[in-house]
């Protein structure tokens, strides 16, 4: 029995792809492969303890901290932030998700991404109402506590900025961090009420297949939604990863519209007027659409396509010693669930199969999980996901060559990672 085990145990051992990827079935069986390294003295991780007993250290001589009314990270987590635009000018700014800090696949709501038009209204939700009007029988009004009465559900939903990753446009690979290249992405627990059961209630007409939804900031965005996707699994949402909504996304209410683009997403909703055509606002027309090689506007990219990052080990970090290794990233598709995600280590000559932690949920970040021995030569990482659709995430060429150089949005490319002899990690393309 044992024996048998032991066989099967070092078959995992054996890579399953070019350069040293190995069997995900690995991750569950790591204390196999840890206590392997250990007794052989090569690619082990942690440092053989030398003196006992362990030294007491002056935290565990004192009482700590008192309790604060509300919790933050650790100052030790301090650099753990939001990077921001230049807030200084004038216009939209912007907060991006620090994607190589965190794991998992929930957002922490203080570093949940921002793009902001016109900064974060102060609306006191006594005094803000919400607007249903246009083509329907009869135009209603709610305050905030009327809707908190209507049944909730709860989602756990990305967002995606459509001008996430536009940097990865560039014809030479910018060197920075996932959170400046990929971080306009975050994603939450949603709480809130069905679009359709408050278009019901004001009785839609049959004839309507758009809506223009609208904030209560200061540029009062606003954005068309066609009704299919409104009836469909369309919410207004009031809570964010179990507390009310962060000011920044939206409090007291946002329309959320899962799958879809960023932008759609009306933050300080107001108003919502039933239409027979989409309303062709600025939002939509002079930015989010991508110009074709053609020439002719690409309008309308609405769910945002499969997509995947390796986060760790990711740019401008750096690995130390050659040994084993986790490689872990994150997935997700605007269509539903990932169905898997692959990873390469050879520059994409060799691809195999990554874990990916469960349950998996459709619209959501999906975390991805791989073992490697790194034997410390230059490498390239790249993970590619394939979505339930079928949808396989493409190549950087492949994106070039069917969406033209002059596409500004909307980028969902394979990014590959280059591991440098000595271990410092850079965006390259491959
Ligand atoms: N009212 C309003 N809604 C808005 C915006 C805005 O500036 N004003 N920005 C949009 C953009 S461009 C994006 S990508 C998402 C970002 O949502 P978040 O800031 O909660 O991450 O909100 C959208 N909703
Ligand atoms: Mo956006």
Excluded at 237 to 248: A, D, K, L, S
Excluded at 421 to 426: K, L, P, T, W, Y
């Amino acid at each position: 029995m044992a024996r048998k085990r032991r066989n099967s145990d070092s078959q995992l051992l054996q890579p399953v792809a070019g350069n040293g990827l190995l069997d995900r079935r690995l991750l569950l069986k790591s204390g196999m492969v840890f206590a392997g390294a250990v007794t052989t003295g090569v690619g082990g991780i942690a440092t053989r303890a030398a003196a006992e007993p362990l030294a007491v250290d002056p935290w565990s001589k004192t009482i700590g901290a008192t309790v604060p009314g509300y919790s933050t990270p650790s100052h030790f987590e301090a650099k753990v932030v939001k990077t921001l635009g230049d807030a200084t000018r004038p216009g939209t700014q912007q907060g991006r998700t620090p994607h190589q800090d965190i794991d998992g696949i929930i957002t922490p709501n203080g570093v949940h991404f921002v793009v902001a038009r016109a900064g974060a209204p102060d609306i006191d939700p006594e005094k803000h109402q919400l607007l249903i009007h246009g083509m329907v029988k009869q135009p209603l009004t709610f305050s905030y506590n009327d809707l908190l009465r209507y049944p909730m559900e709860t989602h756990v939903r990305f967002i995606e900025c459509g001008g996430n990753s536009a940097p990865m446009w560039s014809k030479t690979p910018i060197q920075a961090n996932i959170q400046a290249l990929h971080g306009l992405l975050s994603c939450s627990e949603w709480t809130g009420i069905r679009l359709s059961t408050l278009l019901d209630e004001a009785g839609i007409d049959p004839k309507a297949t758009w809506m223009i939804a609208e904030g209560a900031d200061g540029v009062t965005m606003n954005r068309s939604v066609p009704v299919a996707k409104a009836m469909d699994d369309a919410m207004i949402v009031f809570y964010q990863n179990g507390e009310r909504i962060m000011p920044w996304n939206g409090y007291p209410m946002r329309l959320f519209l899962p799958g879809y683009e960023g932008n759609m997403n009306v933050k300080w909703l107001r108003r919502i007027k039933v239409t027979a055509e989409p309303t062709m606002t600025k939002d939509e027309t002079s930015k989010y659409s991508d110009l074709q090689p053609n020439g002719r506007a690409k309008l309308f990219t609405f769910p945002m396509e499969v997509k995947s990052v390796i986060t760790s080990p990711s740019g401008m970090q750096s690995m130390r010693e050659p040994g084993l290794y986790q490689i872990s990233g994150i997935a997700w598709s605007g269509f539903g669930r990932v169905r898997r995600v692959e990873i390469s280590a050879d520059g994409g000559k060799t691809f195999a199969e990554a874990a990916l932690d469960g349950p998996v949920l459709p619209k959501a970040l999906t975390r991805f999980r791989m073992p490697w021995r790194w034997d410390g030569s230059p490498s390239v990482l790249m993970s590619r996901a394939v979505d339930e659709t079928g949808a396989v995430q493409p190549t950087r060429a492949a994106l070039m060559t069917s969406r033209g150089a002059q596409f500004r949005y909307h980028y969902n490319a394979i990014q590959s990672w280059n591991v440098a002899q000595g271990g410092a990690v850079s965006n390259v393309y491959v």
